[in-house]
């Protein structure tokens, strides 16, 4: 099945620096790849998705590149602030029916 | 927000005994999810529902078992309950086909 690594596990950046977290995925077949973020004590949320016709999608400061050659997809905050603060999940979906999500990136923004 | 809604928030329990978790969705979706997330925070998914049909059980003990009385829900009744089934419970719903999954806000099960 779906391999998806995620690194790095913990990030701390300060308030206005840019955070990058990084995916690898081992079944070339996905062509799904969704980021959520998690705040302390409450659910996943969806902030950005890609598909794999796509090699870059950008909403405000958050962008996400795909390289599906190198089987890998990115994550990118700019401009971070303190409420940016949370764990993020890449996950890798081939179907819809079935989501491999990473192991979790805890990002602390220092003001 | 309350459009994946999950009952109860906690459910603690003693071992050994049954217990289940309600999901319903006003979404119109057709897929469900169950997901479980651990102290390490690893989110893994237990099992998806398309149309009342279960498509993926991934290696769950069968002291899980999911129910669909209809397409907006997607109950999960455990048996026989283990220590090591304490955790956080998500259920998911999404669109058919690959598409953005809208959470739940979890169960805590705590297994004394």
């Known amino acids: 099945g779906e391999n998806v690594e995620q690194h790095p596990s913990t990030l701390s950046v300060q308030e206005g620096d840019s955070a990058v977290i990084k995916c690898t995925y081992s079944?070339?077949?996905?062509?799904?790849f969704p980021w959520y973020k998690q705040e302390l004590g409450k659910r996943p949320q969806l902030i950005i998705d890609i598909r794999s016709n796509v090699g870059e999608k950008k909403d405000q400061r958050i962008a996400v590149t795909l390289n599906k050659t190198a089987k890998h997809f990115s994550l990118h905050i700019t401009e971070t602030q303190p409420e940016d603060s949370a764990v993020y999940f890449c996950a890798a979906s081939i179907t819809g029916n079935q989501f491999y999500f990473g192991t979790g990136t805890s990002l602390t923004v220092i003001p | 927000d309350t459009a994946v809604s999950q009952t109860p928030k906690y459910l603690v329990t003693q071992m050994g005994n049954d217990k289940s978790i309600k999901c319903e969705q006003n979404?119109?979706?057709?897929?469900m999810y169950w997901y479980k997330q651990d102290s390490k925070k690893f989110l893994k998914i237990m099992f998806s529902?398309?149309?009342?049909?279960?498509?993926i059980n991934e290696t769950v003990p069968n002291r899980f078992s999911p129910k669909s009385p209809d397409k907006a829900h997607l109950n999960l009744h455990i048996n026989s309950l283990e220590l090591g089934d304490s955790a956080v419970y998500f259920c998911?719903?999404?669109?058919?086909?690959?598409?953005?999954?809208?959470f739940g806000p979890g169960t805590r099960l705590t297994v004394l």
């Open positions: 979404l119109g979706h057709d897929t």
């Open positions: 529902y398309n149309n009342k049909e279960l498509i």
């Open positions: 998911a719903s999404s669109p058919s086909g690959v598409d953005t999954q809208y």
């Open positions: 079944d070339s077949a996905s062509n799904y």
